[in-house]
């Protein structure tokens, strides 16, 4: 059985490695094996083009841009000492031209896996590197891309690069600063318990089976198909379960920034209700899309509760894309825990590398 994100838990979607890394939470130095210098690339391409490029006013990333901060994270890499690179293939091939034409004393290679253009690829792509002596996995795509890696990376540390639509999960960051924090990573410059942390994430159980996660929100749309999977249309939205809320975030997560303005702590989450009641926030829900939504009512949520779902029938969105049909007689809740993937803080690794004194010495 494959190894969960919180121990012994299966990853969902994903193949069962045939061996895994240290069991327990405990301290997070555990979870890297020792002398690492891999890094895996999962890239993409097709975040950043869904249809709220038609119904809202959200840029078109493309491609190329992709093939750039690919060429400068692994600059980067190169510069810390990462000896190994490999990278998820894809139709596009994102990485293929990244590398071409590069000078590049690191070692490059390919995941020899069979593309279905879809999710499952980066599912699949973050199960293998688990099989493998892999320190970090940078990540380029928005929130429903890293919720597909959480479904199989295991206790590999997640540098996420934002290349999406809804952006709350990644960071908005240079690829050469990304290089270089998941350099120092995977190579253990730092100690690990201080720049990576795990993360929440929300279970979704149907029929008494774990069936799906989310990172950020799950919300609870009214309609019977997946369709076209991005959520736009707040009209259709009847509950949010989200792990975090900042009013500076974009999606469906703002509405619960905007109600409540405060840090979440790593032990809350919140659930709102959508519908005529006493409040009303304004939120920008997707990009260049603020619209005023009606508050029924919110709480907070504390981890391991579970929310039930009562509007039936129903779909249920996870990080903005429609995923789990709900029928009538379904029993469906979700439930907030600390089961997500670890994520290296970016600031706090290059830090901790300068006052190592890591970067004084390369220079020499």
Request: glycine share 10%.
């Amino acid at each position: 059985m494959g190894e969960g994100v919180g121990g012994g838990e299966t990853q969902i979607g994903s193949p069962s490695p045939s061996s895994s890394p240290s069991e327990g939470r405990g301290n997070i130095s555990k979870v890297i094996l020792q002398e690492m210098c891999i890094v895996g690339v999962i890239a993409n391409p097709a975040s950043g083009k869904d249809i709220r490029r038609l119904v809202a006013h959200g840029s078109v990333f493309d491609n190329q841009e992709k093939v750039s901060i690919v060429r400068r994270v692994l600059l980067g890499l190169q510069a810390t000492g990462v000896e190994e690179v490999i990278f998820m293939p894809d139709y596009f091939g994102i990485c293929t031209r990244a590398i071409n034409g590069l000078r590049l004393s690191l070692k490059t290679s390919m995941l020899q896996m069979d593309l279905q253009d879809t999710q499952e690829d980066s599912i699949e792509a973050a199960a293998r590197f688990r099989e493998m002596p892999v320190g970090c996995i940078v990540t380029l795509g928005g929130d429903g891309t890293n919720r597909a890696v959480a479904k199989s990376c295991g206790k590999i540390p997640l540098l996420p690069v934002s290349t999406g639509t809804n952006n709350v999960f990644p960071y908005m960051i240079e690829g050469t600063i990304a290089g270089l924090a998941a350099g120092v990573v995977a190579l253990r410059i730092v100690q690990s318990d201080r720049v990576i942390q795990q993360t929440k994430r929300l279970e979704i159980e149907k029929n008494g089976q774990l069936v799906d996660i989310a990172l950020i929100d799950a919300v609870v749309y009214d309609d019977i198909f997946v369709a076209s999977r991005a959520v736009w249309d707040i009209s259709k939205v009847r509950e949010i379960v989200l792990t975090r809320a900042e009013p500076g975030n974009i999606g469906l997560s703002s509405i619960g920034g905007c109600l409540y303005p405060g840090l979440l702590d790593e032990k809350h989450g919140i659930h709102i209700k959508v519908g005529q009641g006493d409040q009303r926030v304004l939120a920008p829900i997707a990009p260049g899309l603020i619209m005023r939504v009606d508050i029924d009512r919110w709480d907070f949520i504390h981890l391991n509760e579970a929310v039930a779902i009562e509007h039936k029938p129903s779909v249920l969105a996870l990080d903005g894309e429609r995923e789990v049909e709900v029928g009538r007689n379904d029993h469906i809740s979700i439930r907030l825990t600390n089961n997500g993937p670890y994520v290296v803080d970016i600031k706090k690794a290059l830090e901790e590398s300068a006052k190592s004194g890591f970067f004084t010495r390369m220079s020499h």
